[in-house]
Protein backbone atom coordinates (compact mmCIF):
# COMPACT_ATOMS: atom_id res chain seq x y z
CA UNK A 1 0.00 0.00 0.00
CA UNK A 2 0.79 3.50 -0.58
CA UNK A 3 -0.45 6.46 1.11
CA UNK A 4 -0.44 9.65 -0.89
CA UNK A 5 -1.42 13.46 0.44
CA UNK A 6 -1.10 16.21 -1.55
CA UNK A 7 -0.80 20.11 -0.79
CA UNK A 8 -0.15 23.22 -2.19
CA UNK A 9 -3.24 24.16 -4.27
CA UNK A 10 -4.90 27.44 -3.97
CA UNK A 11 -5.95 30.45 -5.79
CA UNK A 12 -3.82 32.53 -7.60
CA UNK A 13 -4.24 34.94 -10.79
CA UNK A 14 -3.68 34.13 -14.57
CA UNK A 15 0.01 34.53 -15.10
CA UNK A 16 1.00 33.18 -11.59
CA UNK A 17 2.79 29.95 -10.24
CA UNK A 18 2.31 27.36 -7.59
CA UNK A 19 3.68 24.15 -6.83
CA UNK A 20 1.89 21.21 -5.79
CA UNK A 21 3.78 18.68 -3.54
CA UNK A 22 2.36 14.58 -3.20
CA UNK A 23 3.93 12.71 -0.18
CA UNK A 24 4.08 9.21 0.04
CA UNK A 25 4.41 6.74 2.62
CA UNK A 26 4.05 3.29 2.78
CA UNK A 27 6.17 0.93 0.54
CA UNK A 28 9.04 2.07 -1.02
CA UNK A 29 8.43 5.28 -2.59
CA UNK A 30 10.95 4.86 -5.77
CA UNK A 31 9.68 1.70 -7.03
CA UNK A 32 6.79 3.96 -8.23
CA UNK A 33 5.91 5.57 -11.13
CA UNK A 34 4.03 8.96 -10.38
CA UNK A 35 1.70 11.39 -12.03
CA UNK A 36 -0.61 14.17 -11.67
CA UNK A 37 -4.28 14.31 -12.85
CA UNK A 38 -6.96 17.12 -12.24
CA UNK A 39 -10.82 17.16 -12.41
CA UNK A 40 -12.78 20.31 -13.38
CA UNK A 41 -16.11 20.23 -12.31
CA UNK A 42 -18.07 18.19 -14.61
CA UNK A 43 -15.13 17.12 -16.68
CA UNK A 44 -13.65 13.59 -17.00
CA UNK A 45 -10.43 13.23 -15.07
CA UNK A 46 -7.31 14.63 -17.15
CA UNK A 47 -3.79 13.49 -17.39
CA UNK A 48 -1.25 16.08 -16.54
CA UNK A 49 2.18 14.59 -16.30
CA UNK A 50 4.24 11.51 -15.18
CA UNK A 51 7.37 10.53 -14.13
CA UNK A 52 9.48 7.67 -13.98
CA UNK A 53 10.67 6.06 -10.94
CA UNK A 54 14.12 7.28 -11.09
CA UNK A 55 13.14 10.79 -12.39
CA UNK A 56 14.73 10.25 -16.02
CA UNK A 57 11.67 11.01 -18.07
CA UNK A 58 8.85 12.86 -18.13
CA UNK A 59 6.26 13.71 -19.92
CA UNK A 60 3.05 15.97 -20.01
CA UNK A 61 -0.48 16.57 -21.58
CA UNK A 62 0.32 18.88 -24.63
CA UNK A 63 -2.02 21.44 -22.74
CA UNK A 64 0.62 22.09 -20.06
CA UNK A 65 3.71 21.37 -22.02
CA UNK A 66 6.46 23.96 -21.11
CA UNK A 67 4.27 25.29 -18.53
CA UNK A 68 4.27 22.75 -15.98
CA UNK A 69 6.88 20.56 -14.30
CA UNK A 70 6.59 17.22 -12.50
CA UNK A 71 10.01 16.59 -10.38
CA UNK A 72 10.68 14.06 -7.23
CA UNK A 73 12.87 13.54 -4.70
CA UNK A 74 12.78 9.86 -3.37
CA UNK A 75 14.88 10.57 -0.41
CA UNK A 76 11.82 12.71 0.52
CA UNK A 77 9.37 10.13 -0.72
CA UNK A 78 7.53 13.69 -2.34
CA UNK A 79 6.58 14.10 -5.81
CA UNK A 80 6.12 18.16 -7.36
CA UNK A 81 4.15 19.18 -9.65
CA UNK A 82 5.60 23.72 -10.63
CA UNK A 83 2.93 25.05 -12.39
CA UNK A 84 3.97 28.17 -14.16
CA UNK A 85 2.07 30.64 -16.48
CA UNK A 86 -1.51 29.51 -15.14
CA UNK A 87 -4.43 30.04 -17.40
CA UNK A 88 -8.06 30.17 -15.71
CA UNK A 89 -8.86 26.63 -17.75
CA UNK A 90 -6.24 25.18 -15.74
CA UNK A 91 -8.61 25.58 -12.80
CA UNK A 92 -9.22 21.92 -11.03
CA UNK A 93 -8.33 19.66 -8.59
CA UNK A 94 -5.31 18.46 -8.49
CA UNK A 95 -4.34 14.28 -7.60
CA UNK A 96 -1.52 12.44 -7.24
CA UNK A 97 -1.14 8.75 -8.41
CA UNK A 98 0.90 5.84 -8.52
CA UNK A 99 1.30 2.76 -9.66
CA UNK A 100 4.39 0.53 -10.52
CA UNK A 101 4.69 0.63 -14.05
CA UNK A 102 6.02 3.65 -15.84
CA UNK A 103 4.08 5.42 -19.08
CA UNK A 104 0.36 5.28 -18.81
CA UNK A 105 -2.10 8.78 -19.35
CA UNK A 106 -5.24 6.41 -18.14
CA UNK A 107 -6.45 7.41 -14.67
CA UNK A 108 -8.19 3.88 -14.21
CA UNK A 109 -4.94 1.99 -14.52
CA UNK A 110 -3.08 3.77 -11.27
CA UNK A 111 -3.41 1.79 -7.99
CA UNK A 112 -3.00 4.66 -5.95
CA UNK A 113 -4.36 8.04 -5.15
CA UNK A 114 -4.70 11.01 -3.06
CA UNK A 115 -7.05 12.95 -1.65
CA UNK A 116 -6.81 15.79 -4.08
CA UNK A 117 -5.83 19.30 -3.93
CA UNK A 118 -7.56 22.72 -5.20
CA UNK A 119 -5.95 25.03 -7.67
CA UNK A 120 -8.44 27.76 -8.87
CA UNK A 121 -6.60 30.75 -11.04
CA UNK A 122 -8.95 33.52 -11.56
CA UNK A 123 -8.86 35.88 -14.49
Known amino acids: QVQLVESGGGLVQAGGSLRLSCAAS????????MAWFRQAPGKEREFVAAISWSGGSTYYAHSVKGRFTISRDNAKNTVYLQMNSLKPEDTAVYYC????????????????WGQGTQVTVSS
Open 97 to 112: AAREEYGSMRYYEYDY
Open 26 to 33: GRTFSSYA
